[in-house]
């Protein structure tokens, strides 16, 4: 594929809800070099009163997903707007994708706007990423963090979706990092794999 296109470059933080990827993407936007992009973000900052918003909040909060029209839609808007108002720049800024792409369609959209250099998948045992979103969702009062119903759910679509999104990538882009482990260590071990990822 033709790079010439993609206005930006970036990496993708991937793995299971509550693996980290959140957390691990604000810190790394922290650094000089990198902008951290949230769909989840995005999505809770629309307006709930708008039509979207309430849409939108009507499907996470039962744990399910928003369309992959809607989802990229927004994704492409919303990054226009950053480098508009000056909040992200592409020249200086690797794109910290967290969230997107996550369905195995996403790929090609995304990838014809960002020239994705590494894909880090968070990987966390079951047992563990349960206890984070119900502790979560005691600290934040994320509707979607609430019961182990949609705790579940969430879990089992990634479990289902992980392996097709992957593949979609060229293998040697993809690495897995240990997620069970402080935000610390995991923290250190992300930099040191997106240290070489510079901008061409
Ligand atoms: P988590 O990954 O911990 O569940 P996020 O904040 O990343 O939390 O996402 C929250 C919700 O936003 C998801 O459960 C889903 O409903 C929606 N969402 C986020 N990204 C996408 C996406 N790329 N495609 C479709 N829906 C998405």
């Known amino acids: 594929m033709s790079l010439s296109n993609q206005e930006y470059q970036g990496i993708v933080l991937f793995g299971p809800p509550g693996a980290g990827k959140g957390e691990q993407g604000k810190r790394l936007g922290e650094k000089d070099g990198y902008f951290h992009f949230s769909t989840g973000d995005m999505f809770r900052n629309l307006d709930p009163t708008s039509a979207t918003g309430a849409t939108v909040k009507q499907l996470i909060d039962a744990g399910s997903f928003v369309s992959d029209e809607l989802t990229l839609q927004l994704f492409e808007e919303t990054l226009a707007r950053y480098v508009a108002e000056g909040i992200f720049n592409p020249s200086t800024q690797v794109l910290v994708l967290d969230g997107i792409p996550r369905t195995a369609e996403q790929v090609a959209p995304v990838s ?89």
């Open 112 to 200: 014809a706007l960002v020239a994705i250099q590494k894909v880090i998948c968070l990987t966390v045992p079951d047992e563990a990423l349960k206890q984070r979103l119900l502790l979560r969702g005691k600290k934040f009062g994320r509707a979607d963090d609430q019961d182990l119903v949609t705790i579940g759910k969430r879990l089992q679509t990634y479990v289902e979706l992980q392996n097709l999104v992957l593949n979609e990538f060229n293998p040697s882009l993809v690495i897995n990092l240990d997620g069970d482990k402080t935000i610390e260590e995991v923290h250190n071990a992300l930099v040191s794999e997106v240290r070489s990822v510079v901008l061409e």
